[in-house]
């Protein structure tokens, strides 16, 4: 990991560069497979099946006795932690529902905002070295919650043509049915466009290689995406009061996801840097995906600083996936956090618990998305529609500023909209 000691701003731009993400380089061969999606539907689907996954398949659908198969080989523990997850994830997603509230803008005129719920959605689901089962719960708890009529949950199989029995089990407690046996930038297209047995949806949501990702980013003319998406990433701000065995298990977490992800410390503790060099060393020893976290640690960075502001400021400038608070943060500095997917704040809040069962929502926006995004919540499964209702008197009382500001704009029609029904 790099290192900076008190780095002036005019290095922060350093300190916060990810790892290259070369889409141009992709985007042809991601274009072909989505013309040839769109062109040739689930004869496409299955070729690239076969090329990519190594699986022949006859059929694109994951069977009711797929599902009660694989329902049998999850261990019961496991099933039990899926179910406490659900629960905390539905508990959280549920309270986001929002009642309409009527206001009256002026006399006679009601205004009002009600929720809809996004008929069609598509739900990728990574499913190769990390199947994560967890994002079925994160994507199909608050998609059923919200009410969408279509689920669609899009997974590649393995060279068996099954697909990871934990996704399914994931699946099937969140009562989604319609599960389709591709993976890749080809099942992005698919629910995209359609296929004769994949169905085209409205939104697509959830993480992805680069390949799924640069196919978001280009079926974006002909559906919604949940947000724009990198490798994964997490910053800890960290001080003198930190476990550095605390700090290393949190940086490590993120770092195993791939070669690509990135972690940064921010520290106003010289020795707590250096104790969590010697803390990351030791554990990286003992984990399975070492050779990937390393690759992930080479571009990655820690950095002193002299306080919690100078610390958050920095923070907001990379605007992290997850930002972890590993200290005693002065709790006035929280509404300095403008930029971050989400927050962990102290000791005992590692990521993980995000990650799965805490209850908040993993899908979260990366690359410096978090700016401008927000993660995945009740409201992305959602449309919101206004409505208004005026009396005679309501109208009356805006015709005079509705009939200058159209005629103002040159739009006669606009205003004899309003002069038709005041002079009659």
């Known amino acids: 990991m790099n290192f900076y000691k008190y780095p002036a701003p005019e290095l922060w731009p350093e300190i916060c560069k990810r790892p290259l993400q070369e889409f141009q380089k992709i985007i042809p061969a991601v274009n072909s497979i989505i013309v040839a999606v769109?062109?040739?539907?689930?004869?496409?689907?299955?070729?690239?099946?076969?090329?990519?996954?190594?699986?022949?398949?006859?059929?694109?659908?994951?069977?009711?006795?797929?599902?009660?198969?694989?329902?049998?080989?999850?261990?019961?523990?496991?099933?039990?932690?899926?179910?406490?997850?659900?629960?905390?994830?539905?508990?959280?997603?549920?309270?986001?529902?929002?009642?309409?509230?009527?206001?009256?803008?002026?006399?006679g005129i009601v205004c009002w905002r009600e929720s809809r719920a996004i008929e069609k959605v598509g739900l990728y689901i990574p499913g190769g070295s990390a199947p994560l089962f967890s994002t079925v719960l994160m994507l199909g708890v608050p998609a059923r919650l919200a009410g969408c009529k279509e689920i669609v949950l899009c997974t590649p199989c393995n060279k068996e043509g099954k697909v990871h029995p934990v996704i399914l089990y994931a699946a099937a407690l969140c009562g989604i049915t319609k599960i389709i046996k591709v993976g890749g930038a080809q099942a992005i297209a698919a629910m995209a466009y359609g296929t004769e047995t994949v169905p085209a949806v409205y939104k697509i949501f959830g993480p992805g290689n680069q390949y799924v990702t640069a196919a978001k980013q280009l079926v974006q003319n002909q559906v919604a995406i949940d947000m724009p998406a990198g490798p994964s990433e997490v910053l800890v701000i960290a001080d003198e009061t930190a476990n550095p065995d605390f700090v290393a298990a949190d940086l490590l977490a993120q770092a195993e996801h791939g070669p690509d992800s990135q972690v940064l410390l921010i520290a106003t503790s010289a020795s707590l840097i250096k104790k969590t060099e010697q803390a990351i060393a030791g554990q990286l020893e003992t984990l399975p995906r070492k050779e990937i976290t390393a690759k992930a640690l080479a571009h990655s960075r820690m950095v002193l600083v002299k306080n919690w502001q100078q610390a958050i400021a920095l923070s907001n400038y990379y605007a992290p996936e997850h930002l972890i608070l590993s200290g005693k943060v002065p709790a006035s500095l929280l509404k300095n956090i403008s930029a971050a997917g989400s927050v962990f704040i102290g000791h005992y809040s590692p990521e993980s618990a995000g990650d799965y069962a805490s209850g908040t929502n993993h899908t979260l926006p990366t690359n410096g998305y978090a700016t401008a995004y927000s993660g995945v919540s009740l409201d992305s499964f959602c449309k919101k529609i206004t409505f208004q209702q005026l009396s005679r008197r309501g109208l009356e009382n805006i015709a005079d500023t509705v009939i200058a500001m159209a005629e103002a704009e040159g739009l006669q029609a606009h205003s004899n909209a309003v002069k038709v029904r005041i002079t009659n």
Request: positive net charge; proline residues 1%; glycine residues 2%.
């Open 38 to 107: 769109q062109k040739k539907g689930d004869a496409a689907l299955k070729t690239f099946s076969k090329k990519f996954d190594g699986v022949q398949l006859e059929s694109l659908i994951v069977t009711e006795n797929e599902v009660k198969e694989a329902t049998a080989l999850v261990s019961a523990s496991l099933k039990t932690a899926l179910r406490q997850a659900k629960k905390n994830i539905e508990a959280f997603h549920r309270a986001q529902k929002e009642a309409a509230r009527k206001i009256a803008t002026a006399p």
